[in-house]
């Protein structure tokens, strides 16, 4: 199985991440140079945190020039949660922030929409929600082969995607009134809102899918 390079930037969950790979049989390891990174048949973005913090650090140590040369390669690329975001082209958490911009949309506030009697939906929006797909998408031959539309998967998040591509979303998550991106993808980039490395055999699957790609 290929050699997935998780990128470090002191923002991620690693260890978590480690682990999974591993009981799915991958071989991962980290990468905290240029070099590192493009050493890997695989890339992950993992992530906990804020936007700023994370993507200046990506920058300062020269890792997002790597990152892009290794989506120009053609070679997978996922990020997770906070990763997941870094991949997009903006962000307006704690100001305005440039992404990757390797699929296009705007990171902005998750909102709290009106529920019954004056209750609201909390952010940041914790805990398991169902992964649902958008009308004409097709999941076969994606990260989500192996999910069924209705599958739980663990979410921590108070941000998340502002797009004008629905092409690029694989699968939302309902949040109030509000169908939240969860999973988008671009070519040979995907990313997950969700932590796939805490959402059980869900996904498990999702990151063995995404291994087979």
Known sequence: MSKV?????????LFSVQH????????????KTPEEVAQADRLLLPGVGAFGDAITAITERGLADAIHSVANAGRPIMGICLGMQLLVDESEESGQHNGLGLIP???????G???????RFKVPNVGWSRLNRPDCINWSNTALNLTNPGDFAY???????????PEFILATQTFGDV???AVIARDNVVGCQFHPERSGEV???ILKSWMEI
């Open 20 to 31: 999974a790979f591993e009981y799915i049989s991958a071989e991962p390891y980290f990468c």
């Open 203 to 205: 996904g498990l699957s």
């Open 5 to 13: 390079g998780i990128v470090d930037y002191d923002c991620g969950n």
């Open 155 to 165: 979410f921590v998040h108070s941000f998340h995607l502002n797009s004008e591509h």
């Open 179 to 181: 169908q939240s991106p």
């Open 113 to 119: 929409e009106p529920r019954t009697a004056g209750a």
């Open 105 to 111: 949309g705007r990171i902005v506030q998750l909102p």
